[in-house]
Nanobody, 124 residues
Framework: QVQVVESGGGLVQAGGSLRLSCAVS????????MGWFRQAPGKERELVAA????????YYADSVKGRFTISRDNPKNTVYLQMNSLKPEDTAVYYC?????????????????WGQGTQVTVSS
């Protein structure tokens, strides 16, 4: 049984930082792409950042480029999202997902196991 568990969300002031973590169990973590998505109230879920199976290829949404960094530690079966210079518009539930393939995916359809989400709230 594959489990995806996020942690690290919370309340932070604008300009602050948070680091999200996502631990995966039940599958060979190092074989699959990983992605961070977010969903704000009334909006569709969007891909924020993604990485391929070994971390040498990454994707960032335009809205977070230069502020967010995705990284993975394959021996620890964990992927991270470092979020700096946070803005109120970054407020959302953040979801971690593990991909169906090793290559990086930019569509939610390319991810087959999802965490329960962690709330990130950025106050102005």
């Amino acid at each position: 049984q594959v489990q995806v568990v996020e942690s690290g969300g919370g309340l932070v002031q604008a300009g602050g930082s948070l680091r999200l973590s996502c631990a995966v169990s039940g599958r060979t973590f190092s074989r699959y792409a990983m992605g961070w998505f977010r969903q704000a109230p009334g909006k569709e879920r969007e891909l924020v950042a993604a990485t391929n199976f070994n971390g040498d290829s990454t994707y960032y949404a335009d809205s977070v480029k230069g502020r967010f960094t995705i990284s993975r530690d394959n021996p620890k079966n964990t992927v991270y999202l470092q979020m700096n210079s946070l803005k109120p518009e970054d407020t959302a539930v953040y979801y971690c997902a593990t991909g169906s393939y090793g290559r990086l995916g930019v569509s939610a359809k390319e991810y087959n196991y999802w965490g329960q989400g962690t709330q990130v709230t950025v106050s102005s």
